[in-house]
């Protein structure tokens, strides 16, 4: 078989396999404000966002950013993190934030309320905004 029909057969089983990620299962339509960080509350500002298939973005506390996550729902692996480059006094708090993203292995949206875990631990909780 010619290798142009076989990547056409495998782009259209991408194309139309649903997507079986955190968007589809209430994560989509909402901006996810950051609430508690590892069991303390966060006092800078940042959020989450699923703006389409396996694409993640959102603000840090100092910097925007976009990431992948390509996990079926419940589980949740934060691809490496693109993010501008500016400098303010919660860059400490950015990299927490950053640090947690990337240790998430488990999500699970109950409402309003967004939580990401590693294996044992809730790490980051989040509430939806409009």
């Known amino acids: ?70 996990m079926p729902y419940p589980w949740i692996k934060v691809g490496p993190i693109a993010a501008t480059r500016r400098a303010c006094p919660d860059l400490d708090a950015e990299a927490a934030y950053f640090d947690a993203l990337r240790a998430a292995r488990v999500a699970v949206v109950e409402g309003d309320r967004l939580t990401l875990s590693d294996e044992d631990t809730p790490l980051l909780v989040f509430k939806a905004r409009d």
């Open 1 to 70: 078989m010619p290798s142009h029909v076989i990547f056409a057969v495998i782009l259209a089983l991408t194309v139309w396999q649903p997507d079986e990620t955190l968007r589809r299962y209430g994560a989509a339509d909402y901006e996810w404000h950051l609430e508690m960080l590892r069991g303390t509350p966060f006092n800078a500002r940042a959020t989450i966002t699923f703006p389409a298939r396996n694409r993640i973005a959102g603000m840090a506390p100092c910097n925007s950013y976009t990431s992948t996550n390509i």
